[in-house]
T-cell receptor
């Protein structure tokens, strides 16, 4: 069965302190890996799609990378507004997304 | 361009009752998926509708059912509510599900079962 594991569960950063979030996955025939950001009580907001090992995507202070077994979300010089839960999901077949439990990030001034 | 919309925002029901949640997909999207998210967990896939048919289903009992209308909007119905059904219910839309397009999520419906 497909599995997605995210670590750490929670991360507390000082403003400007860069860090990385990990998403390891076990899936038969990865078709896409997705990163989402979720604020409390709201729906996930799409960030990136990665399709193959070696691929990288960037958006402002966020950079996502993909290997054959895991993905990393790097947060460079974070700001308090980057505080959120970051979710990783994989798609192996027809449309279903398998999510990890997420990493809760808190950035303090 | 309106994104994915869901109604109602919040709902309180009693154990044993039935509930219907509604979703309108993002303009240009014809595929709707439903997810259940318990507190502190990632979303869990319930089912997906495309061309008014259920195409894929997750590990949820038959108490969970759905429908898709010709205008691509969708409903999620839950019968015989249990306390454990309390969660945030998310609707996501995308283009044709056969390719790994990103799914766009609505704001969710918070269901509380007492």
């Amino acid at each position: 069965e497909d599995q997605v594991t995210q670590s750490p569960e929670a991360l507390r950063l000082q403003e400007g302190e860069s860090s990385s979030l990990n998403c390891s996955y076990t899936v038969s025939g990865l078709r896409g890996l997705f990163w989402y950001r979720q604020d409390p009580g709201k729906g996930p907001e799409f960030l990136f799609t990665l399709y193959s090992a070696g691929e990288e995507k960037e958006k402002e202070r966020l950079k996502a990378t993909l290997t054959k077994k895991e993905s990393f979300l790097h947060i460079t010089a974070p700001k308090p507004e980057d505080s959120a839960t970051y979710l990783c999901a994989v798609q192996a077949g027809w449309g279903k997304l398998q999510f990890g439990a997420g990493t809760q990030v808190v950035v303090t001034p | 361009d309106a994104g994915v919309t869901q109604s109602p925002t919040h709902l309180i029901k009693t154990r044993g009752q039935q509930v219907t949640l509604r979703c309108s997909p993002k303009s240009g999207h014809d595929t709707v998926s439903w997810y259940q998210q318990a507190l502190g967990q990632g979303p869990q896939f319930i089912f997906q509708y495309y061309e008014e048919e259920e195409r894929q289903r997750g590990n949820f009992p038959d108490r969970f059912s759905g429908h898709q209308f010709p205008n691509y909007s969708s409903e999620l119905n839950v019968n015989a509510l249990l306390l454990g059904d309390s969660a945030l219910y998310l609707c996501a839309s995308s283009p044709y599900p056969g390719l790994p397009y990103e799914q766009y999520f609505g704001p969710g419906t918070r269901l509380t079962v007492t």
